[in-house]
């Protein structure tokens, strides 16, 4: 197994020149470890006394205690360094000028999921535009896209659906580290902030995360392990819906159901062939909390057999058609509100368009949808493929 080393552990093993007159700000969360599970804020501080003034953190709290969306994290003091943690999703989704006030740099260590709606790199393209207008240098420490650095897959957001879980017309699966993102964001899209990014060592494209030999901390409560990012680009949907993604059991979003789903009924509508990669396996589950919480719920875990084969996104479209096409009474859309979103569909957000959900409810067959953005996603492939930093 080849050895990935991080950001992290290069940008320790040997600090920029920069450092020595700069003050030091860091957003991170619990999974901002080094191989042996120490947190970043304790190596940078032993490596660099006295630099690291101010921490920050994103959705979930900074230590990731948080479950779910809209749920908020208050600025706090750390409780062994002593200094300030802003959080970035609390009163505020974009670093205010006083909370950058005590630093020079921000270092950005966050463990991204490959995925368009994940929130944690729209918190850095807001740490990135703030830090521009600050005057600050933004240096991001790179991590694995765990679900690999060469397939894309899915729509790409549109300009009407942007929202803090969409801001970028990037596609669902996105293929590239949250240093590339980083780049991405600064260059294409315009941010123009001072940045550098420290790459890995030993990450090749085609890896998933159980391949780099690093250790898995979850970046947020509901993706509990590396199996959990492989379905996510595709499960994140059933947010959008009155079907549990799994949230309140231990195998968030590889379960998903609801108590009017048929299996029987889901398996007879979908061929295997069309969704290569994976096994259904019919469950039962009752839900902690959250949708369903303390109803048996019927429905299926994923099981990932085959990666490279698998596309979870078209594979969940597939399951929710069915779901649609078999349960017309009792299947819902969530209403709003959705990460701060009051009066547009959740699914809009999280699809990043409308009219595939009305293509969905038709009843189209999803191989068409699939075809009907190839065209973009070639052209977001040929744009990515400029920021690669990983041949």
């Not at 123009?192 to 060592?201: K, N, S």
């Not at 509901?222 to 195998?251: A, C, D, H, K």
Request: proline fraction near 9%; hydrophobic fraction near 35%; charged fraction near 20%.
């Amino acid at each position: 197994m080849t050895k990935v080393r991080t950001g992290l552990e290069r940008f320790l093993e040997s600090p920029p020149k920069w450092v020595g007159g700069s003050r030091l700000g860091l957003l991170c969360n619990p999974a901002s470890v080094d191989p042996m599970l120490n947190h970043a804020r304790f190596l940078i501080n032993r490596c660099l006394p006295g630099k690291l003034t101010a921490l920050y953190s994103p959705q979930h709290g900074f230590f990731a205690e948080k479950q779910d969306n809209m749920i908020e994290s208050a600025d706090m003091k750390e409780p062994v360094l002593k200094i300030p943690v802003y959080s970035l999703y609390g009163k505020t989704r974009i670093p205010t000028e006083e909370m950058l006030a005590p630093i020079d740099v921000l270092l950005v260590d966050l463990q991204d999921v490959g995925t368009r709606v994940y929130t944690f790199i729209y918190t850095l393209s807001y740490c990135l535009e703030a830090a521009e207008a600050s005057n600050k240098k933004v240096v991001v420490l790179d991590r694995p896209n765990p679900i690999n650095g060469l397939t894309i897959e899915g729509n790409c957001l549109k300009p009407d659906w942007r929202s803090f879980v969409g801001r970028f017309p990037l596609p669902m699966r996105h293929g590239l580290t949250i240093g590339e993102l980083a780049h991405l964001f600064n260059e294409h899209f315009g941010l123009g902030c001072g940045l550098e990014v420290i790459q890995m060592e030993g990450w090749r494209r085609p890896m998933f995360y159980g391949q780099t030999g690093l250790p898995w901390v979850p970046p947020s409560p509901n993706l509990p392990s590396p199996f959990s990012t492989m379905v996510y680009p595709g499960q994140v949907i059933w947010e959008g819906t009155n079907v549990s993604e799994g949230r309140g059991t231990t195998q968030p979003f590889e379960l998903f159901g609801a108590p009017y789903i048929s299996p029987e009924k889901i398996v007879a509508a979908i061929s295997a062939e069309s969704i290569p990669g994976i096994i259904l396996r019919e469950v039962v589950f009752e839900p902690t909390v959250n949708k369903w919480q303390a109803h048996p719920c019927r429905g299926f875990q994923i099981h990932v057999i085959d990666p490279d084969e698998f596309r979870p996104y078209e594979t969940s479209l597939r399951l929710l058609q069915a779901v649609i096409k078999h349960h017309k009474k009792d299947f819902e859309w969530k209403q709003p509100p959705y990460e701060y979103e009051t009066q547009r569909l959740p699914i809009d957000l999280i699809i990043g368009n409308q009219k595939i959900r009305n293509r969905l409810e038709s009843l189209e067959p999803v191989e068409h949808i699939v075809k009907s953005w190839q065209a973009e996603l070639d052209e977001f492939s040929e744009i990515s493929k400029r920021f690669h930093l990983y041949r």
